[in-house]
Nanobody
Framework: QVQAVESGGGSVETGGSLRLSCAAA????????LGWFRQAPGKAREGVASITSDGRIVYAPSVKGRIAISVDNCSNTLYLQINDLKPEDTGKYYC??????????????????????WGQGTQVTVSS
């Protein structure tokens, strides 16, 4: 099974920025819902942002105002720009696609959705 490939993580100081990339497992055609998730050590995976094929975006309240999700359909790549990084942003970041979309609506939450095509993740470490 082809998986997504995330990249762009690294170690940065508080206040820095990173742009994460996700090479999608499949071509981005038709209707889709893509999401970014992150998982800190010892914590559950949490949704960060989602985007649909028609450009609808949802951000998690914890990161709203500091991040931007975007997609390039030509290169089948999903992006996540994170600004003003904080130590609590530390974790491994993953991208995935919701196989059940459009029902329910696209959102970076696991409830009632079937997120697939997870990659190996890219590590983000923010030092204070």
């Amino acid at each position: 099974q082809v998986q997504a490939v995330e990249s762009g993580g690294g170690s940065v100081e508080t206040g820095g920025s990173l742009r994460l990339s996700c090479a999608a497992a499949d071509q981005l055609t038709g209707t889709y819902c893509l999401g970014w998730f992150r998982q800190a050590p010892g914590k559950a995976r949490e949704g960060v942002a989602s985007i649909t094929s028609d450009g609808r975006i949802v951000y998690a309240p914890s990161v709203k105002g500091r991040i931007a999700i975007s997609v390039d359909n030509c290169s089948n790549t999903l992006y996540l720009q994170i600004n003003d990084l904080k130590p609590e942003d530390t974790g491994k970041y993953y991208c995935a696609a919701d196989s059940l979309y459009p029902i329910p609506p696209c959102a970076p939450r696991p409830q009632g959705r079937l997120w697939n095509d997870w990659g190996q993740g890219t590590q983000v470490t923010v030092s204070s």
